[in-house]
């Protein structure tokens, strides 16, 4: 940078340094500083770029005042001078002061302070006497920074002098604070400070003393620790025991050095008598305050319970698992029990709420070609497989109804013999699966039975509430695809008489079971045609329904809610009992 010296020596004439004080110079702007200093160049022995240096750092009457040795000579600092001129300037600046040194020393200094384990954003300033005691500092922080230090009178407060850079957070995580920097209370300030600090830096680190007293709340805090230390030294509880889906509480009072799992069962079949306790592999699954605990043994059991006590919350739900069985495992009383349809050993079909199914016309000449086929086939079966056979034979008979049924809607089912389905209570082959082709699930499953129409509901039951939890869709594939359903249907038949089920989730996903009444089909009578076109009528009617898009779905991913065998409710009898 260039500097008109000449113009600004001539316009800014300074009297010599013998006949100038402090009240002289003060009021000075840089131009006169510099001025100043060219008329002195000579004496100084300085050079042109000396003046220049302090020129640029806009020295004006108080910071030349201030100038040293060390500060001019400082690298890194603003200035960097070599010795002989900074020696120079400091020793004029000493001569000048000389006149009035009470002045000198009476000019304010503005200190940068940080609270210990802020970061410099958070730093303030304080302006101060240097001939001011680090007492009177401690006074002017605490009045800057009430709040951080209520409580806290300023003579505790801790000084310490660490210059660092505004830029420089990192430094201050690993700062260590000696005795040696910190600064004390009956010291001055220009002991500490005798020139004027770094600019853009932190020069005062500030510290409260380690809290002596124990507020209210900490007090609060170690009450509930003895007290829960009370708990944890007590060996027998009175837990809060719900089991799903019950929700009423009762009382069990456990040691918790002592109980077991089987204790707990114990406790589980008194009281609740579920029958899924009759399962040897039965396991107990805790929930409490929202956590899920799954205690494998006795000890995993004991270490739970302390951590309810240590919650302080003694209430916990359990949820009996059992391990998903066959399809043909399942008895009509279980599975009323298990879809809390009824809780009687013996209960009658009644207990199912009615389905209507309704009944698909079948006038037009594509459906009517379908039917003539469909009794010419079952004419031709007549002649060689006896209806009144076996499960095999009487699904020779079901097989073909199912086949025309699909080809009403051509190219848009698949029928699926003997398909594999598992689902939370039921596993296995099904004798028939019809799968939507569009979602690729399936819509319905017929069980075909000779005898026993009791255990194939049960079982029909079972696997449509399997194929329904299979079908848990994400939200982008159920806007793309409206025909997803929220139910399906099933059938079980002898061919001769046929029962059709609806298994849906209501508003709160709950499963829901309806049953028609039994439609019957009287073969080589003379109203057979009729009776066959009512039974292929109801099933084209269910396979329209499962097309339909379900208004009743959310647009988000809708979870099956498992209805798991162990979760058996007690639920008031019914009239009716199985013939």
């Given at each position: 940078m260039s500097h008109n010296i000449a113009n600004t020596s001539t316009s800014t004439s300074a009297p010599t340094a013998s006949l100038l004080t402090v009240e002289e110079i003060n009021g000075w702007d840089r131009d006169r500083v510099k001025g100043f200093l060219q008329e002195k160049r000579a004496e100084?022995?300085?050079?042109?770029?000396?003046?220049?240096?302090?020129?640029?750092?806009?020295?004006?009457?108080?910071?030349?005042?201030?100038?040293?040795?060390?500060?001019?000579?400082?690298?890194?600092?603003?200035?960097?001078?070599?010795?002989?001129?900074?020696?120079a300037i400091a020793e004029l600046v000493e001569q000048i002061k000389g006149e009035q040194p009470a002045v000198a020393e009476n000019m304010s200094i503005t200190l940068f302070c940080l609270v210990k384990g802020n970061t410099t954003a958070s730093a303030f300033e304080v302006d101060i006497e240097k001939d001011k005691s680090i007492s009177k500092l401690k006074e002017a922080i605490k009045v800057k920074k009430q709040n951080d230090f209520a409580g806290?009178?300023?003579?505790?407060?801790?000084?310490?002098?660490?210059?660092?850079?505004?830029?420089?957070d990192d430094l201050?995580?690993?700062?260590?604070?000696?005795?040696g920097d910190e600064l004390l209370a009956t010291k001055k300030i220009l002991k500490y400070f005798p020139d004027s600090p770094p600019k853009e830096h932190i020069h005062v680190l500030v510290s409260s003393p380690e809290a002596t007293t124990t507020s209210s709340q900490e007090q609060e805090l170690l009450d509930q620790v003895t007290s829960l230390q009370a708990l944890l030294n007590k060996s027998t509880h009175d837990f809060d025991v719900v089991v799903h889906p019950k929700w009423k509480p009762n009382k069990w009072t456990a040691n918790i050095e002592q109980v077991t799992l089987e204790g707990l069962k114990e406790y589980i079949r008194k009281m609740y008598q579920p029958p899924a306790l009759e399962n040897d592999r039965a396991e107990l699954n805790l929930m409490n305050d929202g956590e899920k605990y799954f205690p494998h043994n006795d000890q995993d059991l004991r270490e739970m319970l302390c951590i309810f006590i240590s919650k302080n919350n003694l209430k916990f739900t359990v949820f009996i698992e059992t391990p998903s069985k066959a399809?043909?495992?399942?008895?009509?009383?279980?599975?009323?029990?298990?879809?809390?349809?009824?809780?009687?050993?013996?209960?009658?079909?009644?207990?199912?709420?009615?389905?209507?199914?309704?009944?698909?016309?079948?006038?037009?000449d594509s459906s009517q070609a379908i039917l003539k086929h469909l009794i010419a086939e079952l004419n031709a079966r007549l002649k060689s497989i006896p209806i009144s056979g076996n499960e095999a034979s009487k699904s020779q008979y079901v097989c073909f109804y199912l086949v025309a049924g699909a080809n009403l809607y051509e190219g848009k089912f698949e029928l699926r013999p003997e398909k594999n389905i598992t689902g939370p209570n039921g596993y296995g082959p099904v004798d028939f699966a019809i799968d939507l082709l569009q979602t690729a699930k399936t819509a319905g499953v017929t069980e075909v039975k000779d005898e026993d129409f009791f255990k194939g509901i049960a079982q029909n039951a079972v696997q449509l509430e399997s194929a329904l939890s299979n079908r848990k869709r994400k939200a982008s594939e159920m806007e793309e695809d409206s025909a997803f359903m929220g139910k399906?249907?099933?059938?079980?038949?002898?061919?001769?008489?046929?029962?059709f089920l609806e298994c849906s989730l209501d508003d709160q996903d709950k499963l829901r079971f309806k049953l028609s009444e039994p439609v019957v089909v009287v073969y080589k009578d003379e109203n057979m045609e009729n009776m066959v076109r009512k039974v292929l009528g109801h099933i084209a009617w269910l396979l329209e329904e499962v097309q339909k898009p379900d208004s009743a779905l959310d647009v988000k991913?809708?979870?099956i809610k498992r209805v798991r065998s162990g979760e058996l409710p007690k639920v008031p009898d019914l009239v009716g009992k199985k013939n």
């Open positions: 100084l022995g300085l050079g042109g770029n000396v003046i220049n240096v302090i020129y640029d750092q806009e020295v004006s009457s108080k910071a030349f005042l201030r100038l040293n040795e060390e500060q001019l000579t400082r690298n890194p600092g603003p200035f960097r001078l070599k010795y002989g001129p900074a020696s806290v009178d300023a003579d505790k407060l801790r000084l310490w002098k660490k210059e660092i850079s505004d830029d420089q201050l995580s690993s700062l260590t604070l000696n005795d399809f043909s495992d399942w008895t009509f009383p279980k599975v009323c029990q298990l879809y809390e349809l009824c809780e009687s050993e013996d209960p009658s079909l009644s207990v199912f709420p009615p389905f209507t199914c309704g009944i698909k016309d079948l006038e037009d399906v249907f099933g059938i079980v038949t002898d061919a001769e008489k046929w029962y991913e809708r979870e």
